[in-house]
């Protein structure tokens, strides 16, 4: 079973500009959750999609967005890049019921100059 | 609100030794209680897990944690560190009503020594 694929695995952008991340989850899994990850911050919690409907939102500004496709495949978009915004950005995916475990991608590195 | 807090953000054992990461949360209803193990540029791999039921959990590699209620503490423990363990690892925390929103700790990232 393929795991959870994250696209691009690593991008440089600069300061102003938008960025778009792509997750594809386990097959089977409905949820998918994003998450930010810095030295700084740790795992900080961004949204989480459910079929298609965002069911929770982590305390981020609106720059931060995402969308969930009718195949589970989800996207999350960050625009107007900040210096601040240079992470590591974590999909994970599970079956979305209950507090199940969460399935992570590796992940897609942002750097922004 | 949860929270969890890993003590010690380093932790270095001798091959061979005991290892032993802990965790404390905060959770106002009964927790899902989770370990993760992150190699560099990976994402994070579930090592163990405890929802309901025995309080001793068993992973993989070696792993277990025991969930003690009246001390909020869920520790990660191996009898003997093998080279292959180092790597960050992290506790998190979830609650039912929350769904899949986690809260992970700091993380404490683990070195040994040969």
């Known amino acids: 079973k393929a795991g959870v694929t994250q696209t691009p695995r690593y991008l440089i952008k600069t300061r102003g500009q938008q960025v778009t991340l792509s997750c594809s989850p386990i097959?089977?899994?409905?949820?998918v959750s994003w998450y930010q990850q810095t030295p700084g911050q740790g795992l900080q919690f961004l949204f989480e999609?459910?079929?298609?409907?965002?069911?929770n939102k982590g305390n981020f500004p609106g720059r931060f967005s995402g969308r969930q496709f009718s195949n589970s495949r989800s996207e999350m978009n960050v625009s107007t890049l900040e210096l601040g915004d240079s992470a590591l950005y974590l999909c994970?995916?599970?079956?979305?019921?209950?507090?199940?475990?969460?399935?992570f991608g590796e992940g897609s590195r942002l750097t922004v100059l | 609100a949860q929270s969890v807090t890993q003590l010690g953000s380093h932790v270095s054992v001798s091959e061979g030794a005991l290892v032993l990461l802990r965790c404390n949360y905060s959770?106002?209803?009964?927790?899902?209680l989770f370990w993760y193990v992150q190699y560099p540029n990976q994402g994070l791999q579930l090592l163990l897990k405890?929802?309901?039921?025995?309080?001793l959990v068993k992973g993989i590699n070696g792993f277990e944690a025991e969930f003690k209620k009246s001390e909020t503490s869920f520790h990660l423990t191996k009898p003997s560190a093998h080279m292959s363990d180092a790597a960050e690892y992290f506790c998190?925390?979830?609650?039912?009503?929350?769904?899949?929103?986690?809260?992970f700790g700091t993380g404490t990232s683990l070195t040994v020594i040969p």
């Open positions: 994970a995916s599970s079956l979305g019921r209950g507090t199940g475990e969460l399935f």
């Open positions: 097959s089977g899994h409905r949820s």
């Open positions: 999609y459910f079929s298609e409907t965002q069911r």
């Open positions: 959770s106002s209803v009964p927790p899902y």
């Open positions: 405890y929802t309901t039921g025995a309080t």
């Open positions: 998190a925390v979830s609650e039912v009503r929350t769904g899949n929103q986690f809260y």
